[in-house]
């Protein structure tokens, strides 16, 4: 029988988590309560209390920092606390889907743990912010969020309604994600590929995209533009994807230097948890994004700027700023377990970045290029080819060296 995971702040809104839980008990579906409240004691008994979730974070100094009952600082915590609690119960097995109901705190709390199981996994939070912006709580990710319309405040002619529509929908939700899961799989359904694009690397993608089809796959494509390598990395994460084509690892330049397009200091993570062949080129880690020119922090006057359009200016990396990144990226790749090979296009890492283009500058490619051959491992291949990266010779070599990276670990 799949168990549900009701999780919520109880000692402000536990009768309300209570009724969601008959709700899916009644359907037929085993709930697991779950306490993330700091400030006063549950008003219902939960199956795994606000400590047991606290100390999941694994903060020594956890106790005191609830003790000074701070109540943004208590969310915080708690919200990462939460994160691994279900991360763990998700992994061994243990829920089949997740359910909350909040207002701003218990939003935060809920959905960060939501964050934190694949793409896939059944997660519905019904919130008294679901009709706003909605983007910080549910990020990357396939949360639902459900308008509460009345506060989450009590069982009333409204919230019944919205309540019940709401364990029936996890519960729905449940059972389509176990019958997908049970299932065997279709002899027609292809593999798996996950790809990063940007502009400026387009051609290569989609002629290296074009071979991997031809191949068996299905290539999913994601723009560098930090939300879309937000989305590819929870795709990597599922579990659903067999091969990673990261040619455009631009948003850590972003990241680095503080443009506007980083996709957070995890990019390139989750391949490596995942366990899954790759290769990583450096696409466009020639620039970093802004928006118009008065956008721009004041420091960095003087630097070389293109303007792409008007809503859009790309800003040169330094060879200071492409050692670092070298650096990072070596550090992320050498965490890869399965089949993985870096390609250095040498003439051109975008297009703007070719002879005659206005972010030509060897310099900076060749302090990018070093560092990477010196900080990966010995064991990764590290292939360079004499050509820009949208010639058609360099998409063809990163889509083959993807697919015999497969070939060996399969």
Known sequence: MP?????????????????????????????????????????????????????????????????????????????????????????????????????????????????????????????????????????????????????????????????????????????????????????????????????????????????????????????????GGRAMESLIASGLVAGVLDITTTEWADELVGGVLTAGPERLDATAKAKIPAIVAPGCLDMVNFGEPSSIPPRFAGRTFYQHNPQVTLMRTTPAECTELGRILAEKINRYTAPVTVLLPLRAISIISAPGQPFHSPEADAALFTSLRTHLRADIPVIEHDVAINDPFFARACAEALLDGIRNFS
Do not use: W
């Not at 549950?42 to 903060?59: F, H």
């Not at 939003?107 to 910080?136: E, H, N």
């Not at 919205?162 to 019958?179: K, P």
């Open 3 to 227: 168990t549900i995971a009701v999780l919520g702040t109880f000692d402000t809104k536990g009768p309300e988590h209570a009724f969601i839980a008959a709700a899916i008990r009644a359907a037929g579906h085993t709930p697991l309560l779950i306490d993330v409240a700091t400030l006063s004691a549950p008003a219902i008994t939960p199956d795994i209390t606000a400590d047991t979730v606290a100390r999941a974070a694994g903060e020594p100094d956890y106790a005191a920092l609830l003790a000074r009952r701070d109540r943004g600082e208590c969310v915080t915590f708690m919200g990462r606390a939460a994160a691994k609690l279900v991360a763990s119960l998700q992994a061994a097995g243990r829920i089949h889907g997740i359910i909350s109901l909040g207002g701003g705190g218990g939003t935060a709390i809920a959905t960060a743990a939501m964050r934190a199981v694949p793409i896939g996994f059944p997660k519905l939070m019904v919130s008294t912010l679901a009709s706003g912006q909605t983007a910080p709580y549910v990020g990357s990710t396939d949360i639902t969020m459900m308008p509460a319309i009345v506060d989450v405040s009590g069982i009333n002619r409204v919230s019944r309604a919205i309540f019940e529509n709401a364990a029936g929908a996890i519960c729905g939700m449940v059972a389509a994600f176990e019958a997908r899961r049970i299932a065997p799989v279709s002899a027609a359904e292809k593999p798996l590929i996950v790809a990063s694009m940007f502009g400026n690397t387009t051609a290569c993608v989609t002629e290296a995209k074009r071979i991997l089809e031809a191949a068996g796959y299905e290539v999913l494509v994601f723009a560098a533009t930090g939300n």
